[in-house]
């Protein structure tokens, strides 16, 4: 199971854009979607497992609550141009250019493209170079985590085992508009997941925020509490498993089975399971799991308030 998985908010078009991202790469598939019942006044929100090029992505459609920026991509490795272009033309449609296709100093062929669902693309031309992993992510630190891609990159590497810092890139005077820019590039993996990095050279008035948002597979109650208390930083983003660390990056922090807690079961369980995550911060294993059996639960700790059942 991949350890860290990214998570894509929509208002209502999840599934239309993981089928659009399906049809562009090989290894690439529908693994199920879910219905999951909200209580008034909330509308009901569809889940959708899928994966491009082998690497598991969720996407949720729960509202136009969050919207996707550029300050988190998918950095998509094309092995000839012919390949690039077809990813680049599928894209563009109806989408936005960051970047237009063409030869730049770092890249022979690089487009930076926003489709019309609001995800952002970064496609690189790697001919000749050696296969690596298909589709990293790759996180801008704009606004008032500009500057802070270091720190932030080695904060990570520090969390997650199996991590590394593959290479640090930093501006040279004059690259950046941005005074507080200082890395143009880093390569790190983090549980052997490969990402990127870079401080935004410009100055801009977005940064990140839950629309992109990464999950954590947890194997259990310690694994949901270390990474919890190393990664939540801000109270009030607390909610449902979310968090939101120091540098603004949003993470789930579930355990790996979450859909099975959160789906298997008669209506009746399942109702009470989402209205006991409704009420949490963190996850409690130990309480969903009395909840699922309609055993009565008092928890008013600081995970929240879970009464009644």
Not at 123 to 137: A, C, F, H
Request: glycine share 6%; hydrophobic share 40%.
């Amino acid at each position: 199971m991949q350890k860290i998985v990214p998570h894509l908010w929509y208002d209502k078009e999840a599934k239309e854009a993981a089928l659009l991202y399906i049809s562009l790469f090989e290894q690439s598939k529908l693994v199920f979607t879910k219905t999951i019942k909200n209580p008034p006044p909330f509308s009901d929100s569809e889940i959708v497992s899928f994966e491009l090029a082998g690497q598991e992505f969720i996407a949720i459609s729960a509202g136009p609550y969050y919207k996707l920026n550029s300050t988190i991509s998918l950095m998509v490795a094309c092995y000839t141009s012919e390949e690039l272009d077809k990813i680049w033309e599928a894209l563009s449609e109806g989408g936005t250019e960051l970047m237009p296709l063409g030869e730049y100093p770092f890249c022979k062929r690089y487009a930076w493209v926003q489709d019309r669902f609001g995800l952002s693309w970064q496609l690189m031309l790697v001919e000749g170079e050696q296969k690596v992993q298909k589709i990293k992510t790759n996180l801008l630190f704009s606004d008032g985590v500009c500057g802070k891609a270091e720190e932030a990159i080695k904060y990570y590497a520090e969390v997650f085992i199996n991590s590394e810092i593959e290479m640090i890139s930093r501006y040279k005077e004059g690259e950046a508009v941005s005074s507080k820019a200082k890395v143009n590039y880093a390569a790190f993996k983090l549980d052997g997941f490969a990402f990127s990095g870079m401080d935004n050279g410009y100055d801009v008035d977005f940064t990140f925020n839950e629309a992109f948002s990464f999950i954590i597979n947890c194997k259990d109650q310690t694994e949901i509490d270390y990474f919890w208390e190393k990664l939540s930083a801000v109270p009030e983003a607390e909610n449902c498993g979310w968090c939101k660390d120091k540098f603004g990056v949003s993470w789930q922090v579930l355990p790996s089975n979450w859909d099975e807690i959160l789906f298997d079961g008669s209506e009746d369980q399942v109702r009470r399971v989402n209205e006991a995550v409704l009420n949490m911060k963190k996850f409690d294993l130990e309480v969903l799991r009395k909840v699922k059996l309609g055993i009565k639960v008092t928890n008013d700790c600081k995970n929240g308030k879970i009464d009644g059942y």
